[in-house]
Every structure is written in structure tokens, then in C-alpha cells.
């Protein structure tokens, strides 16, 4: 598991280095700050003439045919290994029962959320640096999350692979690590590369336990690994055309509140609801 967590980690360094953006490094107030949307679909601050600070443009984070290297792999490395790769799987889960003894960690269903926490959150501490404001990180956020949940559920029911402790035909690809690569991509685009390392951190962990309780197979986490990745990219490709879409901008003042409320019980997760 050390290698594949070492695998893991050289890639997505790999990957940033092909798909490199421009990061908040260099925004030098500590606050979010409050930026407009231009025609260009860039992200402009104009700093005050008479501040401290000087002027800070951040270009968005647009499309480019290298960010889908990383994705793609992981994807077609998870279909392929669902159906061919019989051997490599069940080496990979009989490693890891020998080190649980019949003993399950259940972290991976509340950890899973902690990527995505920190991406909403991580903005309003003093001394991080975003790329974007509040509403925009939230509008990235759902669109994000509502790819990932859409695209997930329909590869379950259409390739119905078993999963190993159970046999129920719903474990490609893995939802969990779905959830948690969403949250740590976003947490990468968001704030830079070192953070997003800690969301990765969390997110490989939830792969691992998800193998680790036999609840998936290491082409499952594969699989969810992708469409997380891909899922957050997705949601920063579409800012510009929603924020146009939904008037966005900072002119538009409304009353705006923010509701975040758990739910425990059969499903746990949380409900989140922000009004513009």
C-alpha cells in the first residue's frame, strides 16, 4: 500500500506540472478577495492607487487538453482492471487482510468529507491565499460535487461490477474516494499545491480504507479517484459560464445566508444551502 500510496502521489505531481495555473501565491492580501468576473472570463483585482498593495491579476483556470492526462489514466486504468486485472486485485486485498485481523476502521465515512470541509472553509482563515471568493468557491463546489454524485451513480448501475464483501453489484467506481478526490482537487485548484497536498493526504487515506474494510477493490478506488479529479475541474470550467448565467458579480447585493446542517443516520453526510 506504501507503493500505490507513492504512485499515487508522483502522478498527481506529474499532473500539476502538465496542468499548471496559475496559484494565489502571489495575492498579497490575507482576506479573500472580492474579484469580478470580465468578458474575457479572467479574474481581475484591481488594487486602490493609494494602497500598500500592488495591482494582482489571476488568470482562470481554464481548460486544457494535459489536465484530462491524469483522469484519463486512473479512469481507463480502473475499467480495464475491473474486468482484466483479477490477480493484482485480490493480491492487493489478501496484503491488507493480513493486518486487520477481522478488525474494520470505519473512518473513511466521515473523513471522506473533511477535503471538501476544508475547501469551503480554509478561505476565511486569516493568512490563506484564494484564487477566488466565497460565492465562486461555493458555485465551483456544487457544480463539482453534482458532476461527481450524477456521473458515480450512473457507472454503478451500468457496469455493476461485485463488491468483494458482499457481492452486490455496486462497487465500480468507489463513491468515497469520489467525494474525498473532489474535495482534494478543489483544495489544489483553490489554494495551491501544498495545500492541496493535505487534501490528497485525506483522500488517499479514504481509498485505503475503503480496500482496507473490503467494501472495494483497488480498480474501484482507481475509478473514483478519477471522476473526483475530473468532477472539481469540471466545476472551475463552468465558473465562467455560470457566473454569467446566474449575474454574479459584485454589484449584485442581496441578502445572502448560509445554512450547513448533518445528517446522521442510514445515509451520513451533510446538507448545504447558501442563498445569493
Known amino acids: 500500500?506504501?507503493?500505490?500510496?507513492?504512485?499515487?502521489?508522483?502522478?498527481?505531481?506529474?499532473?500539476?506540472c502538465l496542468a499548471y495555473s496559475v496559484t494565489p501565491d502571489s495575492i498579497p492580501s490575507a482576506e479573500v478577495v472580492d474579484i469580478e468576473q470580465e468578458e474575457s472570463f479572467s479574474f481581475f483585482y484591481e488594487g486602490d492607487e493609494d494602497s500598500d498593495y500592488p495591482t494582482v491579476s489571476r488568470t482562470m483556470y481554464?481548460?486544457?487538453?494535459?489536465?484530462?492526462?491524469?483522469?484519463?489514466?486512473?479512469?481507463?486504468?480502473?475499467?480495464?482492471?475491473?474486468?482484466?486485472?483479477?490477480?493484482?486485485?485480490?493480491?492487493?486485498?489478501?496484503?491488507?487482510s493480513g493486518y486487520k485481523a477481522g478488525r474494520k476502521f470505519k473512518a473513511d465515512e466521515y473523513i471522506q468529507y473533511l477535503p471538501v470541509a476544508g475547501y469551503i472553509g480554509m478561505g476565511f482563515i486569516p493568512g490563506i491565499k484564494t484564487r477566488s471568493n466565497f460565492r465562486q468557491r461555493l458555485m465551483a463546489g456544487v457544480t463539482a460535487y453534482a458532476v461527481m454524485a450524477v456521473t458515480v451513480n450512473a457507472m454503478k448501475y451500468t457496469f455493476k461490477h461485485p463488491r468483494p464483501d458482499s457481492g452486490q453489484r455496486n462497487s465500480f467506481p468507489s463513491g468515497h474516494s469520489a467525494t474525498a478526490?473532489?474535495?482534494?482537487?478543489?483544495?489544489?485548484?483553490?489554494?495551491g499545491n501544498y495545500i492541496g497536498c493535505a487534501g490528497y493526504?485525506?483522500?488517499?487515506?479514504?481509498?485505503?480504507?475503503?480496500?482496507?474494510?473490503?467494501?472495494?477493490?483497488?480498480?474501484d478506488v482507481f475509478g473514483g479517484a478519477a471522476i473526483g479529479i475530473l468532477s472539481a475541474r469540471v466545476g472551475y470550467w463552468l465558473m465562467p459560464l455560470e457566473q454569467k448565467l446566474f449575474k454574479l458579480d459584485?454589484?449584485?447585493e442581496r441578502n445572502k445566508s448560509l445554512a450547513i446542517l448533518p445528517m446522521?443516520?442510514?445515509?451520513?453526510?451533510?446538507?448545504?444551502?447558501?442563498?445569493f
Not at 65 to 91: C, E, F, H, M, R
Not at 185 to 191: D, P, Q, S, T, V
Open 62 to 96: 481554464t481548460f486544457k487538453p494535459t489536465q484530462l492526462i491524469l483522469p484519463g489514466a486512473l479512469l481507463a486504468a480502473g475499467i480495464v482492471g475491473t474486468y482484466t486485472l483479477d490477480n493484482l486485485k485480490n493480491s492487493v486485498r489478501d496484503h491488507i
Open 250 to 252: 459584485k454589484n449584485n
Open 201 to 219: 493526504a485525506v483522500a488517499l487515506t479514504v481509498g485505503m480504507l475503503r480496500i482496507y474494510n473490503d467494501r472495494h477493490w483497488i480498480t
Open 264 to 275: 446522521l443516520g442510514e445515509t451520513n453526510g451533510m446538507a448545504l444551502s447558501f442563498q
Open 1 to 16: 500500500m506504501k507503493l500505490i500510496a507513492f504512485i499515487f502521489c508522483l502522478i498527481t505531481v506529474f499532473d500539476s
Open 181 to 191: 478526490f473532489t474535495g482534494a482537487e478543489l483544495m489544489r485548484i483553490e489554494y
